[in-house]
């Protein structure tokens, strides 16, 4: 598909809005699986938690039913304590389909966790607001029922991160490890990763599922991964308990797109409370309590960006990511930092434009580290655009968001549905047919016929 020449919308005369739609259709048809959609056949064959959220915003524009299905599968498997798991475990896989798979993680033995396998970390919790846009998108009876038993759990995962992992004791989450921001190796994480102390022999007793997928240099390292194990025995080996995080886990920190997503959710909660007969005012309150915490821990007035705070170093990681972009996704975002995050976007570093032949990188192009072909230290992802691009559209910035989206959507009619994309040539990397890039395409293609209110 070529960019239009007068800036107008991707679905035009052509008829590329229509052939795109339907390749989405078809990769979200295809990863179905019974009450959930796998992010992919070969690399994820099981349940993620944000994966699921971003794939209920897609399935309310095809299947709504789909939409709650897919969420009120993902939160059966909550635990007790509140947490979202962020695997839920397919027990008609084989051993082998996924590493770590429900062996390594033992959620059985934890106090907390429900009877169905699953990880015990959690991603970041835009489920909220995937809820909320998903029956605003198809708002029925049946829709509001699924809501009304979908309210009460997603106020107990807000208020186990809200609680258990505060752990900084200033009103943030901390995410104890890499996989819980979502962003697995992104350059964000190298500080506070190089002081977790693993050997790379750890790896000789497990076998990788993911290179047998993807090409080694498209994933992190071997090191990485003895790090990402080291971390999970650590706190698994506790029974997952959050008591004394402070004193014992190795990877503390607090990530401004996780905290941004609790930010939101806490406002899409304010926009379902009337629905189900409950108070939105304390949402309110807690939103706001969270947009003042973001703006106070983790926003660097020298660099004019958000960047995650490493607990255990007692600083903020210098690199510049696209998490920092993030908290954009806040409608109560003061307008200093609206500013400054927008400049930071236009920059030589994401290149935002209302005509940009690409999308956004996950990592500062101009940095020396910047890796084009490795997973979150470079390529280009459908999630976060589209977060950034809703960061856009609510803070009057339909100029910016439309050569966002645009870009989004020519990049996908060029390389397919894939899981990421090289962000200069943009050939597609990672699986090939990936549910959220088809999810967040059918958001994107209705939005650009009939543009949604922010939250
Ligand atoms: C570990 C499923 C998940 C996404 C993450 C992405 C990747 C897993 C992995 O895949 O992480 O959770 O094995 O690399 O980084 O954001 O939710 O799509």
Redesign the pocket.
């Known amino acids: 598909m070529s960019a239009p020449p007068d800036g107008g919308a991707v679905d035009g005369p052509g008829g590329d809005a229509e052939r795109l739609r339907r390749v989405a259709v078809a990769t979200l048809e295809a990863n179905w699986e019974h009450d959930h959609t796998v992010?992919?056949r070969t690399?994820?064959p099981h349940q993620?938690?944000?994966?699921s959220a971003f794939m209920a915003i897609g399935w309310a524009h095809l299947r709504p039913e789909y939409a709650w299905r897919e969420l009120e599968s993902l939160f059966r498997a909550q635990w007790a304590d509140g947490r979202v798991p962020?695997?839920v475990f397919n027990p008609r896989l084989p051993v082998g389909a996924?590493f770590p798979g429900p062996e390594f993680w033992a959620s059985e033995r934890a106090e907390a966790a429900p009877t169905t396998a699953t990880s015990g970390l959690v991603?970041p919790p835009v489920h909220a607001l995937a809820a909320w846009l998903a029956y605003r998108r198809a708002p029925s009876d049946p829709a509001r029922a699924a809501l009304r038993r979908l309210y009460p759990r997603l106020v107990a995962q807000q208020r186990y991160l809200a609680t258990r992992r505060d752990v900084g004791g200033a009103g943030l989450a901390c995410v104890v490890h890499p996989?819980e921001s979502?962003?697995?190796n992104s350059p964000a994480w190298d500080a506070p990763m190089a002081a977790v102390a693993a050997d790379e022999a750890v790896m000789r007793a497990y076998r990788r599922h993911?290179t047998a997928h993807a090409p080694a240099a498209h994933r992190?390292t071997d090191l990485d991964y003895a790090r990402y194990v080291t971390i999970v025995a650590s706190y698994r080996d506790g029974g997952y308990r959050d008591a004394e995080l402070a004193r014992r886990h190795p990877f503390l920190v607090e990530c401004p797109l996780f905290n941004a997503a609790a930010g939101a959710a806490e406002h899409a909660l304010a926009a379902i409370a009337p629905l189900v007969d409950a108070d939105p005012g304390p949402h309110r309150d807690r939103a706001a309590r969270i947009t003042e915490a973001l703006v106070r821990r983790l926003y660097d007035p020298a660099t004019g960006t958000f960047h995650p705070r490493d607990l255990r170093a007692g600083r903020l990681v210098p690199a510049r990511t696209v998490l920092g972009l993030a908290p954009l996704i806040l409608p109560d975002l003061p307008a200093s930092q609206v500013t400054a995050v927008v400049a930071e976007a236009c920059s030589a570093r994401f290149s935002v434009a209302r005509r940009m032949s690409r999308p956004l990188p996950s990592y500062d192009r101009t940095a020396p580290d910047f890796e084009p072909l490795r997973?979150?230290r470079g390529p280009s992802w459908m999630n976060i655009n589209w977060l950034v691009r809703r960061g856009l559209l609510g803070h009057g910035r339909a100029d910016l968001a439309t050569g966002l989206g645009r870009s989004m959507a020519e990049l996908v009619a060029t390389a397919g549905c894939h899981?990421y994309f090289h962000p200069d040539t943009g050939a597609g990397l990672g699986s090939p047919a990936?549910?959220?890039t088809a999810a967040l395409l059918l958001d994107l293609l209705a939005d650009e016929r009939a543009p949604a209110p922010a939250i």
């Open positions: 992010p992919s690399l994820y993620w938690s944000w994966d962020h695997i996924y991603q996989w979502g962003l697995d993911d992190p997973y979150w899981e990936f549910g959220w």
